[in-house]
C-alpha cells in the first residue's frame, strides 16, 4: 500500500515571493506518477503538475516546479512569484502505473498569499 | 468540451435516510472515480468503473454504500440508511486510458442530520 505524507498544515507566504510545499510518500512500486492538486474554497480539485517517476528531470509549469527526489521518496512544490489566486489547499497525490488507478492524496497543506 | 458534473451541489438528509448522488464524466471517458473528502483531510479512494463494471471496490466502507454506471457514461452512488458518519464531500472524476489524468468534479457536499 502507498502513503503519502504533507506534515505543513499551513503555510503563508507573501504576494511576489516563492514558497516551497513538501511532500514524502513511501511506496514499493517502481514505477508512479506523482501530482500536486490545488483546491481553491470551489471544491475543484485541479492538477497543478505532475512527475513520472521513470524521469530525472523535475517537471515545471509557469510559476510552478517541483523537486522530485525519488530515493528519498520526496515531491516538492515550489511556486514563485506567488499570486493571491494561489490561495487554496494543496493536496499531493501518487498513482503506480497500469490502467486507471486509484489516487492516494496526502492530507493536504493550506497556504494563504499575502497582499 | 463540459468538464465532469455532479448533481446535486449540496445534500442535506436525515439520518436513516437514503440519497443518491449523480456523476457525469467528461464525453468519451471510459474510466470514472469516486472520493469522499472529510473535512480538512484529502479525498480518500471509493470505487472506480472501467465501462460499466466496477473494476476496484476496495474504498467502499460497508455495504450501505453501493454505485452503478449501467450505460458506461453517467454514475450514481447510493447511500442507503445513512449515518452522521457519512457527512463529507463526494468526487466524482474520469479519465482516458492514460494513468492519472483524472478531472475531477465540483463534488457534492453530503450533511447527513
Known amino acids: 500500500a502507498q502513503t503519502v505524507t504533507q506534515s505543513q498544515p499551513e503555510m503563508s507566504v507573501q504576494e511576489a515571493e516563492t514558497v516551497t510545499l513538501s511532500c514524502t510518500y513511501d511506496?514499493?512500486?517502481?514505477?508512479?506518477?506523482l501530482f500536486w492538486y490545488k483546491q481553491p474554497p470551489s471544491r475543484q480539485m485541479i492538477l497543478v503538475i505532475r512527475q513520472e517517476a521513470y524521469k530525472q528531470q523535475n517537471a515545471t509549469e509557469n510559476r510552478f516546479s517541483v523537486n522530485f527526489q525519488k530515493a528519498a521518496k520526496s515531491f516538492s512544490l515550489k511556486i514563485s512569484d506567488s499570486q493571491l489566486g494561489d490561495t487554496a489547499m494543496y493536496f499531493c497525490a501518487f498513482i503506480r502505473t497500469g490502467a486507471n488507478s486509484k489516487l492516494t492524496f496526502g492530507k493536504g497543506i493550506t497556504l494563504s498569499v499575502r497582499p | 468540451g463540459a468538464g465532469v458534473s455532479q448533481t446535486p451541489s449540496n445534500k442535506v438528509t436525515e439520518k436513516g435516510k437514503y440519497v443518491e448522488l449523480r456523476c457525469d464524466p467528461i464525453?468519451?471517458?471510459?474510466?470514472l472515480y469516486w472520493y469522499r473528502q472529510s473535512l480538512g483531510q484529502g479525498p480518500e479512494f471509493l470505487i472506480y468503473f472501467q465501462g460499466t463494471g466496477a473494476a476496484d471496490d476496495s474504498g467502499l466502507p460497508n455495504d450501505r454504500f453501493f454505485a452503478v454506471r449501467p450505460e458506461g457514461s453517467v454514475s450514481t452512488l447510493k447511500i442507503q440508511r445513512t449515518e452522521r458518519g457519512d457527512s463529507a464531500v463526494y468526487l466524482c472524476?474520469?479519465?482516458?486510458?492514460?494513468?492519472?489524468?483524472?478531472?475531477f468534479g465540483p463534488g457534492t457536499r453530503l450533511t447527513v442530520t
Open positions: 464525453s468519451g471517458h471510459t474510466a
Open positions: 511506496t514499493s512500486e517502481n514505477n508512479y506518477y
Open positions: 472524476a474520469s479519465s482516458l486510458a492514460t494513468p492519472g489524468e483524472q478531472y
